[in-house]
Each structure stands twice: as structure tokens, then as C-alpha cells.
């Protein structure tokens, strides 16, 4: 019998993987579920599990930068993804398994085969580190987008990007240079352009920020971020310890 944690975000996307494991892997229990990569650390301690099945787009902490935070994988991990073409590419050259959401039965069936036929359990420290790697690679081959103005498309290098500010039904783009665009979209709309490259966090209903452009956190109810153009970003209450977190897992 193989020990199994599910870990996603979204509670429909657990109920779902649960069922179809109970109905189609008699060999595997869940033991428990987590909805963040914080908590997943947590239940990971607690239960040991022999497989985790493992979404990777995660709010304030994604797959990636949760097994960073642990010292010894010492389970096999079946990553979960509705698309993300990125992280399949990275997942594929590290040799690692990964299902697409809704998952199929016959992909889940012999996703689970696999890790029962291994002889042991765990990733190897080659595969950990090769796809951190190819990660690290994918987010620098992407760091352009192309925002809409009144004259047409204009690229801006993420990297560039300080902050983003919503404005009702636009958003503001303050950039390192000091330029600021206002384009019209909606924050929600550029959170989920950016998704792709984890340093960018939503640190307030109306604030993305770069945290790689993070000079300083204040503590606060919620807090507040010194950037580094001098702007000050509240933190609402609801995102201080997410902020706290990826700030000091950087």
C-alpha cells in the first residue's frame, strides 16, 4: 500500500484526485491533503508519505520553491498542472512524472504503476537540481511581454517591472527607470500574465510587486514594502505571512 498527500490549492481539484485514486488505485490511501506549500510542508513531516501528488501553480509559495524547503525528498512526487508549458518542460527533462488536469484515470493508473515498481522511494539530488535548473532557465527565456497602449504593443522586460498598481478597470506599471505606463487591463489580468515567473506576488488587492525589487519589509498589521524607486507598498493583513515567506526563501 502506498501512503499518498495531495497538495493543490484548489479543494475541488483534491476531491476530484482523491475520488478517482479511491476508484481506480486500490494500492493507494490518502492520508492527508494540504491547500498551500506552506501546510504541505507541514503534513509532508507529519505523515511521511510514500508519493505526493504535487500542483504546481500554487499562490505565495508554488511546487518549485516548496521542495526547496525540504532537506531529504524522501517520496516520489507526481506533479499536477492544468498547463504550464514551462514547468512540463523542466518536469520532462529531469525525468520526472507529471499528470494534466482533469486527470485521466489511465494516466493516473500508470502514473502510480511507475512509482510502484520502483525499487525504492525518493528523487534523486540530480533530479532536484536539474529541475531547478531548467526552471531557473525557462523563467529567464521568458521576460518580455507586451502590454497594449494607445499606439500599439509595447515589450517590457519583467524584469523591469517594479510594481504594478490597479486603477478600477486599468493598471499602472512603475518600472526601474521611472517610467509609468497605465494600461487597460485589470490587475487580475496582468497577475495571470505574469504567472509564469514566481518573483512577482500580490501583496494587496490593489499591489503586484517584483520581490526581486524589494529593498525592505516593516512590520506593521499588515506591514508595508520599501521598493527599490522608494515607492512604500501596503501589505494587507491576509498576505503578511505569504510576503514573509517567499521574502525569506529568496
Known sequence: MLNAIIIDDEMFCIETLKYEIERSCPDVAVVATAQSGLNGIEVIKEYDPDVVFLDIEMPYMN????????????????????????????????????????????????????????????????????????????????RKIALPTVHGLEMIRTDHIVVVEADSNYTVFRLLDGKKLIIAKTLKQIEEMLSEQNQFLRVHQSYLVNLHHVERYDKGKGGSLLMVNASRIPVSRSKKDPVVIRLTSM
Open 63 to 142: 511546487a518549485f520553491e516548496m521542495l526547496q524547503q525540504i532537506d531529504d525528498i524522501d517520496f516520489d512526487i507526481i506533479f499536477t498542472t492544468a498547463y504550464n508549458q514551462f514547468a512540463i518542460k523542466a518536469i520532462k527533462v529531469s525525468a520526472l512524472d507529471y499528470l494534466l488536469k482533469p486527470v485521466g484515470k489511465d494516466e493516473l493508473v500508470a502514473a502510480v504503476d511507475k512509482v510502484a515498481r520502483k525499487s525504492h522511494t525518493g528523487i534523486s539530488g540530480k533530479s532536484l537540481q536539474l529541475l531547478m535548473e531548467q526552471m531557473l532557465s525557462n523563467q529567464h527565456d521568458v
